[in-house]
């Protein structure tokens, strides 16, 4: 069965870095895209950033262009969110997701900026 495992989250002071992790298992991962929302108190789940299938192509929400880079590494099975200046609303429970005729998506891990 399709498994997401993210891992990476964290507290960091405003303009720190992070890099999340997502580890995927039960489904040929070189075929998909990967995806990573968020979801901050209150709000609704968004879109941060997207990844085809072999990384050729990459799209970032508006709010973490310049900032957030999202990659992959197809021989490990595994998508990665790096986190660069982030800011106190960049808060939110992060998830990677894929989309094999439904979506699906992992537990979620914590980023929290603060000082």
């Known amino acids: 069965q399709v498994q997401l495992v993210e891992s990476g989250g964290g507290l960091v002071q405003p303009g720190g870095s992070l890099r999340l992790s997502c580890a995927a298992s039960?489904?040929?991962?070189?075929?998909?895209?990967m995806s990573w929302y968020r979801q901050a108190p209150g709000k609704e789940r968004e879109l941060v950033a997207r990844?085809?299938?072999?990384?050729?192509?990459?799209n970032y929400a508006d709010s973490v262009k310049g900032r957030f880079t999202i990659s992959r590494d197809n021989a490990k099975n595994t998508v990665y969110l790096q986190m660069n200046s982030l800011k106190p609303e960049d808060t939110a429970v992060y998830y990677c997701?894929?989309?094999?005729?439904?979506?699906?998506w992992g537990q979620g891990t914590q980023v929290t900026v603060s000082s």
């Open positions: 039960g489904f040929t991962f070189s075929v998909y895209a």
């Open positions: 990844i085809s299938n072999l990384g050729g192509i990459t």
């Open positions: 997701a894929t989309n094999i005729f439904k979506s699906y």
